[in-house]
């Protein structure tokens, strides 16, 4: 299964990497940016997360019935991921073949588009802060049948946000609506994550306060109800028509995908890293520059775009010549581009933090004897 799993991470890495240099060379068409790779680039990404998923439930088959709610949202995410990736795919062998007309083919990125974002980010940063936060706290999670429900909310609300983007007068306006609605919804499992995780944490603030796992994890929640209460305002009909196509989406996709996950996927990292290579590491100097430079790139970043993008629908509501649009936009975009300066400058923190830990660190055993691993967090 290892040298499964070491093959799919050389496919995915090689397909991102040839997808993103695609987008140079070829014209994105009616596809959405997200879903714009070519398809037998889509097809590696699909090959990729399909090895993957099967070894995820080759290993987490046997305790999914009574498992912790973290395989639940992670097994779903990697489905999620899966079909989607499948379906991009698929899509893009057709039209290859047979030259789908445009429309479909825009409709249908333009689903997978909004899909991935909620399916899949939103998935495991769910998955990555419900395992992550008892273990931190050392203590089971609170409430494991609101666990269960934000599951379940999420679940039934993911797949049919993605109708939301579904914007062309083909598409019955009812269908769209629940995608509305459903993009709304979406703050409800945010909501009750967040309460369950800091109901858990009572008794445990202090590991707040210090550089490491609870940390991150308390920044991904903060950035999990900030981006899903964002993402329920842009959903309201008149706020759509006003900002919609502008910076506004981007700067809350950012703090989505920068914030939410990213702080998900670092708190996993400061966690479970040290534990993999067997040093006693973390809390560092270099800790804490991941936090503030991130912290800092992807709400600066994320404010600058959404300004940007309530300015530019002001300006396009007054009929500003598209010149003086540009203009105006410039120093938004000029600011947000200092924001991810500052990421970018994490990544590296993250990259010397990581080099340094495996040549610098003492070796230390992570087990405890006749206790198991689970029990400490519950699960």
């Known amino acids: 299964m290892e040298a499964g799993l070491n093959g799919a ?27 714009a790779f070519p398809w037998l680039i889509d097809g590696g990404l699909a090959t990729a997360a399909l090895i993957v998923t099967g070894a995820f439930f080759l290993t987490a088959a046997a305790s999914l019935r009574t498992g912790y709610v973290s395989l639940w949202f992670s097994g779903v995410a990697l489905l999620g991921l899966l ?26 990125s333009a ?14 940063t769910h998955a990555t802060l419900h395992y992550l936060v008892p273990r931190v706290a ?6 494991a049948g609101i666990g269960m429900l934000s599951f379940v909310t999420w679940l039934v609300t993911a797949p049919l946000a993605g109708l939301s983007a579904l914007a062309d007068p083909s598409i019955p306006f009812a269908i769209t609506s629940i995608g509305i ?31 490491g ?23 309201v009909r008149g706020v759509q028509l006003f900002v919609g196509g502008t910076d506004w989406e981007r700067g809350v996709f950012l703090w989505v995908a920068y914030g939410t996950f990213t702080f998900a996927a670092l708190a996993l990292a400061e966690h479970a890293l040290p534990r ?58 000029a600011i947000a581009f200092g924001g991810f300066g500052l990421v970018a400058l994490a990544g590296l923190a ?19 004897p006749g206790t198991s691993a689970s029990a400490v967090a519950g699960h």
């Open 9 to 35: 991470l050389a496919i995915w890495n090689l397909s991102l990497a040839g997808g993103i240099a695609a987008l140079y060379v070829f014209d994105l068409g009616p596809n959405a940016p997200l879903t």
């Open 83 to 108: 079909g989607l990736l499948g379906l991009n795919a698929g899509l893009g062998l057709l039209d290859f073949l047979f030259g789908l007309a445009d429309l479909p083919v825009a409709l249908a």
């Open 111 to 124: 689903y997978i588009d909004r899909a991935v974002p909620v399916i899949w980010l939103l998935g495991m």
């Open 138 to 143: 050392g203590q089971p999670l609170a409430w």
């Open 181 to 211: 609605v459903a993009t709304m919804l979406l703050l409800v499992p945010a909501a009750l994550t967040v309460v369950n995780s800091v109901q858990t944490m009572q008794g445990r603030w202090t590991l707040v306060f210090s550089v």
């Open 213 to 235: 796992t609870a940390a991150f994890a308390i920044v991904a929640l903060a950035f999990l109800f900030a981006g899903s209460l964002l993402e329920s305002i842009g959903a």
């Open 276 to 333: 993999l290579l067997r040093r006693a590491w973390g809390g560092g100097f270099l800790s804490g520059a991941q936090l503030w430079l991130t912290f800092g790139g992807a709400t600066v970043a994320g404010l600058a775009l959404m300004g940007g993008g309530m300015a530019e629908a002001s300006l396009l509501a007054q009929g500003t010549a598209p010149d003086a649009i540009g203009d105006t936009l410039l120093a938004y975009r």
């Open 350 to 368: 993250f990259i010397v933090n990581l080099f340094l830990m495996y040549t610098s660190g003492e070796r230390a055993d992570y087990a405890v």
